[in-house]
């Protein structure tokens, strides 16, 4: 190998973990063997080692490397080019580059160093963490290795054919963390190219460094992983997908990002790698301790008693991963009810969702490697766990309280009427802007005084407004009541399509997403509006008031009968008839109209306004609309006569015929004001039937769109029940065929009882022995006729059911066969006795020839006592 692949010494170091068992000396040696002496890493050896014996394996290791080989001894600073091993009966951590022992939890029993280890590392070094796993029993370092890939580093593990033991290397690469997979004495060289091609030790770049250096390649990539795995990724963090794509690009061994670019159009099964480590699926039982204890202490109490009566409370998970905290929450609520003992029935549906359908596939399966005791306390073990040997499975009780299903947050639709919603850990990898219109979905989803869970590193943000946290440093928060219950805009159509539009009330914007905090701009302009402007009106294009600014009381009044917000309905006296023709006109033409020195009658005053009435075309939320602006103005003055002397000589008979005519003009007037005034009131009245048949209208339709956004999250959940009945149909069905295939194979005859001595299955072998037909099922066994001479059989089965402890008995046939006859209590998967079990072996063989023997041997016998008497005889004589 050569020493030019080495990492510059400008760079800082990184820290290799290798995990190995007591029986992987070999690998062990092969690995270092071809490290060469200047590779610049530091590389630390955990392993399983007996606590009580002196450890032999620096001595062993340095006949193969020049490089130091020492034990790890507490407070070491790790240094470059040398090699450290866990000594025996402790365990290893790593913090700033310094080795820290620890004492075990215990000393014997299930000890996990190689996870914790390398968890410390991942914790340490984040993406510059590199893990190995080389030959081994069990499955210790699989986790480890997940929460290095959770950091972006890289993992590289030994092929399980080339390894002495191949337990802990098949357990990394079923479990999908291996990045590379090699024989031992090849990894050195994989782990100096990986190292070459990526930038260990620098620090993480920010958002802008990432778009400063991007050129348009992450788009480009975010682009073909959408057309090649139809998931977008544009709304996460560029800064998280270039960490992810640098350290695809380190393990392909390519130096420029528009070679992977190529690399990635020419292999599809690369995108969904891609897409698979993007998702950073990454969780375990009971994670962070403290959240926990709040939930079981505080808010499951607190959903209990607000529901005095019993209740099924909902919970969601979205985000689940491989579903630990699912199971996590439903083992805390079982504890809970079963500590409180409420008088009245509590369940709680849990949905858990995730965009990676492997994942979904690993929840439902509900099986878990036996590493999961280090995060499990041996009571809820024993409590919700059955042991099986792939691991650990979840009891039934628990699995059933989950329901999985795939979902994408960003697009599909929410699960509503939630008392409970956790979305720990993923909002970090998202835009600041897509995490606060999930923060407003959340709020939408939860019921009033639901709690929202969210992770360690993440919080509410400016939906302050929307959530109370609760004491402590748990980020769980409380829902507090909103003004209007509004859904956040901006997201994609198919999830916008889902709501109506009505819900998010009549002033909320077209576009956009969450609202900005006040600002002194907000209130500096609030404060000129209020005092300084002019007052105005937004209506619709019928008049409907949607929006007040400042103080129009002095042009408009509510109208007598039932309220209206119609703008000619409520228009004051003198001004309603002006203002409905202005309307009109402007409207139709779409063109601004002025009216001047408008004479408007109210409480008793009289005074002029100017009204402009402006039709709205931008912005684009307001198109549509009109916009009516009031000001107050001077009345029109009074003409001075200039010829007040020459009227003077006017005569008074023509005053006098000027005064009759005016008095007959006012009683026209008058006449068309009564005329006008009654044509008004009967406009009004038939305004007002259509007002509110529009509203009935209105109402009906939001009734109609709330029951159907109902329908659709009614039926959305019963696809979801539908899709896990079906997967539980497939698996019962696989596993009636392969139990039927094994009782067959078998040829013992095998009858199947439950707790009251019925029929309930039984093999085609049994037919010979006991008359049963497929109709005989659900019978008792005493009304059925067998050629068996075993009266016993019913006492016996009692016998079993009441002592546990199994009978065995050789019974004949009226024909001259006879059958070991086996009968066993029939044990649940929660260890539960659910009838019985009984075999019959043919053991006529045995039989007979136990009957020649017998006969052969009598025969003997006579010979024998024969021969002896003539010898009595011959000896008398």
Known sequence: MKNN???????PFPIVGIGASAGGLVALEQFLSNVPLDSGMAFVIVQHLDPHREGMLVELLQRHTSMPIVEATDQAQVEPDHVYV???????SVLNGVLHLLEPPEPRGLRLPIDFFFKSLADDRQQNSMGVILSGMGSDGTLGLRAIRHAAGACFVQTPAEAQFDSMPRSAIDAGVADVVAPADELPGKILAYVGRVQLGAPAETEAEVDQKDNGFLDKVILLLRAQTGHDFSLYKKSTISRRIERRMGLHQLARISDYLRYLRENPAESELLFNELLIGVTSFFRDAPVWEQLKAEVIPALLASHPDGAVLRAWSPGC????????????????????????????????????????????????PRSITSDVPPARLNRFFVEDVSGYRVCNEIREMVIFAEQNLIVDPPFTKLDLLSCRNLLIYLESELQAKL????????NPGGFLVLGSAESVGAAAGLFAPLAGKSRIYRRLDAPARVLPMGFPAAFVQTFPRSWAGADAPEHGGVIPAPNLQMLVDRLVLLRYAPA???????????????????????????????????????????????????????????????KVSGDGVSQYVDVAIQPLEDPPGLRGMALIVFKDVAGPSRRKSAKAAADAGDSSARVQELMQELQHSREEAKSTREEMQTSQEELKSTN????????????????LTTSKEEMQSINEELQTVNHELQAKVTELSRTSNDMKNLLDSTEIATLFL???????????????????????????????????????????????????????RDVSTAEGHWFKVRTMPYR???????????????????????????????????LLENSKREGVVDGLS
């Open 536 to 598: 105005a009106v937004l209506v619709t294009d019928q008049g409907d008031m949607l929006y007040f600014s400042g103080k129009t009381g002095k042009y408009l009044e509510p109208a007598i009968g039932k309220p209206s917000l119609n703008l000619f309905a409520m228009a004051r006296e003198g001004l309603n008839q002006a203002l409905s023709e202005a309307f009109h006109r402007a409207v139709r033409g779409k063109t601004a109209v002025d009216l001047k020195n408008v």
């Open 688 to 703: 007002e039937e259509l007002q509110s048949t529009n509203e009935e209208l209105q109402s009906t339709n939001e009734e």
């Open 321 to 368: 991963s491989t579903g630990e905290e699912a199971y996590s929450l439903a083992m805390i609520f079982k504890e809970v009810i079963e500590e409180t003992r409420p008088a009245h029935r509590f369940s709680l549906q849990i949905f858990a969702s995730d965009l990676d359908k492997d994942a979904i596939s690993t929840c439902r399966a509900g099986v878990y």
């Open 5 to 11: 692949d080495a990492l510059p010494a400008s760079v």
């Open 828 to 862: 649940t998967q929660e260890n539960r006795i659910d009838g019985l079990v009984i075999t019959f072996s043919d053991i006529t063989t045995n039989k007979k020839l136990e009957e020649e023997l017998r006969a052969t041997q009598a025969r003997l016998t006579a």
């Open 86 to 92: 866990i000594p025996p009966g402790r365990d290893l």
């Open 754 to 808: 439950d707790a009251a001595l019925n029929v309930r299955r039984f093999t085609a072998q049994t037919t010979r022995i006991i008359k049963l037909i497929p109709g005989d099922i659900g019978r008792p066994i005493t009304d059925i006729v067998t050629d068996l001479t075993y009266p016993e059989m019913v006492q016996d089965a009692h016998d079993v059911l009441r002592t546990l402890v199994f009978r065995e």
């Open 439 to 446: 923060i407003q979905l959340f709020h939408y989803s939860l």
